[in-house]
Structures are given as C-alpha cells and as structure tokens.
C-alpha cells in the first residue's frame, strides 16, 4: 500500500484518557498535516510539519493536543485528558512540496475517536 | 463567519438531473480553489481544480468568480454514484507559505433511481 496510512481506524476512549494517534504519510513526502472532521462539517486544519518541523499550529490544537514528527517520516497526534467534545474523524494528509501548492494531497482514511 | 461556506443541503434529486452546488470564501488571498468528494466515512478526495475560465471533466463543471468570491460545481446526467459530500476548498496564501487548505462545510448530494 502506497497511500497514507493512519492507525487505529477506530478508537473509543474514556472522557480523562490519553490516546496517542499515528500517521504515515507516503515516502516521498515531506509535507504533513492534521484536520479534524467532526459531523456535518468539512475538515478543520489541525497542524503541518514541513519535514520534522512543525511549522504551523491552529488555535484549536489547545495545550491538550500535541503532534510530532520526530524523523521527517511518521508523525503522531497526542490528546491529553480526552473530552467528549474531542469526538470527531482525525485525518492525516500529506504532499510534495515540489508539487505545485494546493495540489497533491492525498488523506489517509482517517482515525475516529469516540470519546464515552 | 466560516472562511468557506457552502449549503450543506441535503440535495436530494432523480437520476439524469442536472445539479449546481455554491459556495463562497471570505479570505481574498485565497489563491487555489478546489472541488473534493468525500463518500460516508471515508477521507476526502479531491475531485476537480476550478480555474477562472472555468474547467469542465465529463459531466462536471466547476467555475470561479474571483470578483465575487464565489464557486460553483455543475454536475449534469447525474449518477447513482455520484451521490457523496462535495467539499469546496481554498488555499490561501500564508505567510509560511503553509499550503493548508480550507474546507467549506460541504453539500451532501443523494441521486434516487
């Protein structure tokens, strides 16, 4: 499988949890994001590494939430202290930064969080 | 208000119609405008480019008014499997030239036989 690769699909969690998310983006890409996705909505952009640096972070990712990307290749998303208002898809992305901007996303199938 | 807003319909219509989804963005820095289709509980996927001159790939046409800051999806004959959530997007330029992009709320499209 080329594509991008995120684990676990599905998570269910206790409110107070610490869950831990992983993406691997394709090979060659030195581009990753974050969105969160929750019902009804379209994807809200979460954080982006450009190679291991993290070069952008929303004001949505609060002190609860961090991510790395340690070796330029996987990266993992952390949520401390779950809340139920932390339900919601968690889709990883990736690109080439040689690709012309705006193009050559391609999403992971994404992990959901329930969190009970 | 959103950057990107879209009516989340649902649109419900009968096969061989023809259907327009709008959408607007607020930010005039946007620079790359996009159409993705996202099918229930899968990831996104993009589906189109639109470009000023408008761009047509078989029974979809998308068009940009930059003067308007506006977007439009025609899909015409419609299929059975064309029904999915279609997300309008923008880019925007940044100042770390990030390359995020912004999601609209989406349009839920269900094509009935």
């Known amino acids: 499988d080329t594509g991008v690769s995120q684990d676990p699909r599905h998570k269910i969690t206790k409110r107070g949890q610490n869950v831990t998310f992983r993406c691997d983006p394709i090979?060659?890409?030195?581009?990753l994001y974050w969105y969160r996705q929750t019902l009804g909505q379209g994807p809200e952009f979460l954080t982006y590494?450009?190679?291991?640096?993290?070069?952008?972070k929303s004001r949505l990712l609060s002190d609860r939430f961090s991510a790395e990307r340690p070796k330029g290749s996987f990266s993992t998303l952390e949520i401390q202290r779950t809340e139920q208002g932390d339900s919601a898809m968690y889709l990883c992305?990736?690109?080439?930064?040689?690709?012309?901007?705006?193009?050559?996303?391609?999403f992971g199938s994404g992990t959901r969080l329930t969190v009970v | 208000r959103k950057e990107v807003e879209q009516d989340p319909g649902p649109f419900n219509v009968p096969e061989g119609a023809t259907v327009a989804f709008n959408c607007t963005y607020s930010n005039s820095a946007s620079q790359s405008f996009f159409w993705y289709r996202q099918d229930c509980r899968k990831e996104p996927k993009l589906l189109m480019s639109v470009y000023s001159s408008g761009n047509e790939d078989g029974r979809f046409t998308a068009q940009l008014n930059r003067a308007s800051q506006y977007i439009s999806l025609l899909i015409r004959d419609s299929k059975l499997s064309d029904s999915a959530t279609y997300l309008c997007?923008?880019?925007?330029?940044?100042?770390?030239?990030?390359?995020?992009?912004?999601f609209g709320q989406g349009t839920t499209l269900q094509v009935k036989p």
């Open positions: 997007v923008v880019r925007v330029r940044g100042s770390g030239n990030t390359g995020k992009l912004i």
């Open positions: 590494f450009q190679n291991e640096a993290q070069l952008e």
């Open positions: 090979s060659e890409h030195n581009r």
């Open positions: 992305a990736s690109r080439f930064s040689r690709e012309k901007e705006g193009y050559g996303y391609t």
